[in-house]
T-cell receptor, first 114, second 115 residues
Framework: SQTIHQWPATLVQPVGSPLSLECTVEGTSNPNLYWYRQAAGRGLQLLFYSVGIGQISSEVPQNLSASRPQDRQFILSSKKLLLSDSGFYLC?????????????FGPGTRLTVL | KNQVEQSPQSLIILEGKNCTLQCNYTVSPFSNLRWYKQDTGRGPVSLTIMTFSENTKSNGRYTATLDADTKQSSLHITASQLSDSASYICVVRGGLSNSGYALNFGKGTSLLVTP
């Protein structure tokens, strides 16, 4: 069976500090991978998606970047965090057969920037 | 513009009661509609998927309906339990994006079931 992991589960960082959130998927190959942010009282916002190693697409301009160094590893980064980067970050994967297929979400990372 | 609107924003019901959550969308072209349940501090989990030709689909005490003509969907929860307390998110696949069909997320309905 497939599983998706995210860490850390919670993170408190000062403004201006760097960020690295990691997501890994087990039990599947060549998945599509996604990073979402969920702000309080708002819906899920797609930040990045990847269809393969080194292939990253950004949906919205922002302070964050993403990388996919391995097939089942997806990393969300920032060089300098802003207060507005606070939120709940979700990683998700889907089968690559077609885009927009069912997405399976990880447990999420709660980021608080102070 | 592709939008997904959910109502109510929040809901409080007594344990054992039924409730219905609404989802209206303007996404076009339409591919499918999913209802997700998201427990606090966790990732969303899919409950049901509805395609254009499906009107009703059940998953235990959850029953989803779809009216593709009026672009409305509902999620009915029967005999609610405390564990049903969560956010319920309507997600419509459709519209066009750089990756093909896009997923359009509603903001969710926050349900609280009280004893």
């Amino acid at each position: 069976s497939q599983t998706i992991h995210q860490w850390p589960a919670t993170l408190v960082q000062p403004v201006g500090s760097p960020l690295s959130l990691e997501c890994t998927v087990e039990g599947t190959s060549n998945p599509n991978l996604y990073w979402y942010r969920q702000a309080a009282g708002r819906g899920l916002q797609l930040l990045f998606y990847s269809v393969g190693i080194g292939q990253i697409s950004s949906e919205v301009p922002q302070n964050l970047s993403a990388s996919r160094p391995q097939d089942r590893q997806f990393i969300l980064s920032s060089k300098k965090l802003l207060l507005s980067d606070s939120g709940f970050y979700l990683c998700a994967w889907s089968v690559r057969r077609e885009s927009g297929n069912e997405q399976f979400f990880g447990p999420g990372t709660r980021l608080t920037v102070l | 513009k592709n939008q997904v609107e959910q109502s109510p924003q929040s809901l409080i019901i007594l344990e054992g009661k039924n409730c219905t959550l609404q989802c209206n969308y303007t996404v076009s072209p339409f591919s499918n509609l999913r209802w997700y349940k998201q427990d606090t501090g966790r990732g969303p989990v899919s409950l049901t998927i509805m395609t254009f030709s499906e009107n009703t689909k059940s998953n235990g005490r959850y029953t989803a309906t779809l009216d593709a003509d009026t672009k409305q969907s509902s999620l009915h929860i029967t005999a609610s339990q405390l564990s049903d307390s969560a956010s319920y998110i309507c997600v419509v696949r459709g519209g066009l994006s750089n990756s093909g069909y896009a997923l359009n997320f509603g903001k969710g309905t926050s349900l609280l079931v009280t004893p």
